[in-house]
């Protein structure tokens, strides 16, 4: 291959870069797998007669999501040996490297709660669910991506919708009030103070923390206002730990540094006014000195 047709190739590649990393990682939660399927996507658009390819958006949609497919079924085994909760890693998004946020559906699907919900799905339950929420794609063109019919593909999205769509109605705050709850709950945090903490989070909240036994954290979910509350005023109060307000994956999110050095992501779910769901990721691999 000469030269110019790589740099042709790359071209064609990067014009819909930011698609296909978004895709990517909504299939994923991990930027780091996302831009190693883009690097296979990349050598495969190369080796293709790019001639006969009618929409290159179309095929290397295609690619990406079956390469990404394999990924999502080979990582089983390794999420198994995973210590304590996994979640998906955080990627700052403002600017966002996926491209323009500008429907609620694209900066939704990137949200850490929903992320975390995907992973009951199965892979392909997965992937038509991004495929068409986050990107509008009609099943007929969703069927040719992953080989199967217009109305399996339907079914797959109810299916996926189903699993997901109790606990997707509770995160269905606005802006404006997460970024007050998570204000708030760290301040409380800071302040070690048990009641307004409580106050603060739903009865039947959920925390999860991501270690990945690099750091310390919870190994199991932690469950109810009281232990939530108990759980951070016992992590925080009194610390004089720092934060960094940013925005990860189209939420507010907060990047709390603790005086020995570890850092944690920490985003939350709220719905009716109190906090449903936090998670926190201190794993170092997740954290990459770009959130700094």
Same mark, same amino acid.
């Given at each position: 291959?000469?030269?110019l047709?790589a740099q ?13 990393? =978004?895709l990517a990682? #909504?299939? *994923? =939660?991990?930027r780091?797998?996302?831009e190693?399927?883009?690097q ?5 658009w190369?080796?293709v007669?790019r001639?006969a ?5 179309? +095929? *290397?949609s295609?690619?990406?999501?079956r390469?990404a497919l394999? #990924? ?6 390794a999420?198994?040996? +995973?210590?304590?909760?996994?979640? /998906?890693?955080?990627?700052?998004t403002? /600017?966002?490297p996926?491209?323009?946020?500008d429907?609620? $559906?694209?900066r ?16 392909? $339950?997965r ?6 929420t986050?990107?509008?794609?009609? +099943?007929?063109e969703i069927?040719? @991506?992953?080989d199967?019919s ?7 999205h109810?299916?996926? !919708?189903?699993? @997901?769509g109790?606990? #997707?109605?509770?995160?269905?705050v606005?802006r404006a009030?997460?970024?007050?709850l998570?204000?708030?709950? *760290?301040a409380?945090?800071r ?7 409580t ?13 990945g036994?690099?750091?310390?954290a919870? #190994?199991?979910?932690?469950?109810g206002a009281?232990r939530i509350?108990?759980f951070f005023?016992?992590i925080?109060?009194? !610390? ?9 994956? =189209?939420q ?6 603790r005086p020995? =050095?570890?850092?944690?992501?920490l985003?939350v ?5 109190? @906090?449903?769901? *936090? ?13 700094d």
């Amino acid at each position: 291959m000469t030269t110019l047709a790589a740099q042709q190739a790359a071209g064609a590649l990067e014009a819909h870069r930011p698609m296909l990393l =978004g895709l990517a990682y #909504r299939l *994923l =939660g991990s930027r780091h797998d996302a831009e190693d399927v883009l690097q296979d996507a990349y050598l495969r658009w190369l080796a293709v007669d790019r001639a006969a390819v009618a929409e290159p958006r179309r +095929y *290397l949609s295609r690619v990406v999501t079956r390469l990404a497919l394999d #990924r999502l079924r080979a990582r089983q085994a390794a999420r198994e040996a +995973y210590v304590g909760p996994w979640l /998906p890693e955080p990627v700052p998004t403002a /600017p966002s490297p996926f491209g323009p946020l500008d429907r609620a $559906e694209q900066r939704d699907t990137l949200a850490t709660a929903l992320l975390h919900l995907l992973e009951r799905l199965s892979p392909p $339950e997965r992937a038509v669910y991004v495929l068409h929420t986050a990107f509008e794609l009609p +099943y007929a063109e969703i069927a040719e @991506i992953l080989d199967r019919s217009p109305a399996d593909c339907r079914q797959l999205h109810h299916r996926a !919708v189903a699993r @997901i769509g109790q606990d #997707r109605r509770r995160f269905t705050v606005d802006r404006a009030e997460q970024e007050r709850l998570l204000d708030a709950f *760290l301040a409380a945090a800071r302040d070690g103070d048990l009641a307004a903490l409580t106050g603060l989070v739903a009865a039947d909240a959920t925390a999860w923390t991501d270690g990945g036994g690099r750091v310390k954290a919870a #190994r199991n979910p932690v469950t109810g206002a009281d232990r939530i509350a108990r759980f951070f005023a016992g992590i925080y109060g009194g !610390v004089p730990f720092s934060v960094r307000r940013l925005e990860l994956n =189209g939420q507010p999110a907060a990047l709390v540094v603790r005086p020995d =050095g570890s850092r944690y992501a920490l985003t939350v779910a709220a719905a009716g006014g109190r @906090i449903t769901g *936090l998670y926190v990721v201190g794993n170092p691999d997740k954290l990459p000195a770009r959130t700094d």
